[in-house]
T-cell receptor, first 109, second 119 residues
């Protein structure tokens, strides 16, 4: 079993849809959770980060962490074609970071 | 802030030659830098962790003599692919960690990547 599991997709949604991206993990030591967005042929860029269980909102993006279930989510409201990218979850414990496989998202106009 | 650059952005070379890729943190000091490899439509694969002033730590299966890493300063790490072969063609991405910016010290900031094609 991988430490971080993420469905690679691809996921295709119409413009304006709510997108839900998810990761599960097995290591309860993970304390810091991140979401990166990677456009094609570019390096990943940090989108959101959170330390604790609960929700964190930034514009159209909401990051959710449920430590009891070892489950994190990223929600994108009113999705736009410019959101089309690969989204990678990442989590760390004591300088040790692990990435998910990434989910490829396409938002169709 | 937290900008990481890579140079070159793409390179094409002949089989058997060596290629050097530079990774720079532009507005912060990076005590730790990471080198990743990414194949098309696949996730990041960590190759090595580079700490300033010390030898890099390579992941299992990564040949240290083939992928030479030098982290000579707090803002620069280099990856040299020696005697490159077509199977080394890939997208190489570096990242840098800066624990002094108020965010969590584990946060990695990525460069834009370097696409290597070996003919």
């Amino acid at each position: 079993q991988k430490e971080v599991e993420q469905d690679p997709g691809p996921l295709s949604v119409p413009e304006g849809a709510i997108v839900s991206l998810n990761c599960t993990y097995s290591n309860s030591a993970f304390q810091y959770f991140m979401w990166y967005r990677q456009y094609s042929r570019k390096g990943p860029e940090l989108l959101m980060y959170t330390y604790s269980s609960g929700n964190k909102e930034d514009g159209r993006f909401t990051a959710q962490v449920d430590k009891s279930s070892k489950y994190i989510s990223l929600f994108i409201r009113d999705s736009q074609p410019s959101d089309s990218a690969t989204y990678l979850c990442a989590m760390s414990a004591y300088n040790d970071m692990r990435f998910g496989a990434g989910t490829r998202l396409t938002v169709k106009p | 802030g937290a900008v990481v650059s890579q140079h070159p952005s793409w390179v094409i070379c002949k089989s058997g030659t060596s290629v050097k890729i530079e990774c720079r943190s532009l507005d912060f000091q990076a005590t730790t830098m990471f080198w990743y490899r990414q194949f098309p439509k696949q996730s990041l694969m960590l190759m090595a962790t580079s700490n300033e002033g010390s030898k890099a730590t390579y992941e299992q299966g990564v040949e240290k003599d083939k992928f030479l890493i030098n982290h000579a300063s707090l803002t620069l790490s280099t990856l040299t692919v020696t005697s490159a072969h077509p199977e080394d063609s890939s997208f190489y991405i570096c990242s840098a960690r800066d624990g002094g910016r108020g965010q969590h010290p584990d946060t990695q900031y990525f460069g834009p990547g370097t696409r290597l094609t070996v003919l």
